[in-house]
Structure formats: C-alpha cells, structure tokens
Nanobody, 122 residues
Framework: QVQLVESGGGLVQAGGSLRRSCAAS????????MGWYRQAPGKQRELVAT???????SYADSVKGRFTISRDNAKNTVYLQMNSLKPEDTAVYYC????????????????WGQGTQVTVSS
C-alpha cells in the first residue's frame, strides 16, 4: 500500500551530474527520515545521505561537498543532486523512507524504492 518510485538514474561521464528523485505514494499519514543508499557490485549497501522531516541532513564522507539531499514534504518526495561524479560512485541507488501509514498506528516502518543503476564512466 506504500510505494517509493525512483527516477533519474542513468549513465554519465566522470565530472558530470545527475538528479535523482523518489516519490512516496499510497496510504501515508506521515514520513519521518528519508534517505539514499547505494550498493556497488560485491559490496554491502551503504548510506549516502539522509534528511529528516525538518530538513536536517547528513552525508557519507565520500559524497560530502558533491551530493545534496533535499525533500518536498508536500509531495512526499526526496531528491539527490549528484555533482562531480566519480567512477567510484557507480552503484545501484536506493531511496528509503520511514513511513507512518495511519494516524492510529504509532510506529514508523521503513520502505524502499526499487533501486536504479547509476554508472559513471571514466
């Protein structure tokens, strides 16, 4: 009943930019923290950036100064602007949202997007 749909992945040359978006839809009462993760071949999924409902952000050291996370609470959407891309940024990128579906259910649950490949060529 909750879906996170990602868009904006693809292939880009080193030094280029991409903008990712992830829109949550369905039975949603409230969304807390949203974030982006990535998983490169043969590696574990790692945190890229998170943003709270109040727009407090945090970033992995590897992307600080190059990536910017933002969100539009009215649209239940989180964005990831990726600049100065490097080949080591190549991975499948996933968005995540901590979502409370109904007012009578107090707990938040994590929902994931489908994942989209980002490939940075050298």
């Amino acid at each position: 009943q909750v879906q996170l749909v990602e868009s904006g992945g693809g292939l880009v040359q080193a030094g280029g930019s991409l903008r990712r978006s992830c829109a949550a839809s369905g039975s949603i009462f409230s969304i807390n923290t949203m974030g982006w993760y990535r998983q490169a071949p043969g590696k574990q999924r790692e945190l890229v950036a998170t943003i709270t409902r109040g727009s407090t952000t945090s970033y992995a050291d590897s992307v600080k100064g190059r990536f910017t996370i933002s969100r539009d609470n009215a649209k239940n959407t989180v964005y990831l602007q990726m600049n100065s891309l490097k080949p080591e940024d190549t991975a499948v990128y996933y968005c995540d949202g901590d979502i409370r579906q109904y007012s009578y259910i107090a707990n938040y649950r994590s929902y994931w997007g489908q994942g989209t490949q980002v490939t940075v060529s050298s």
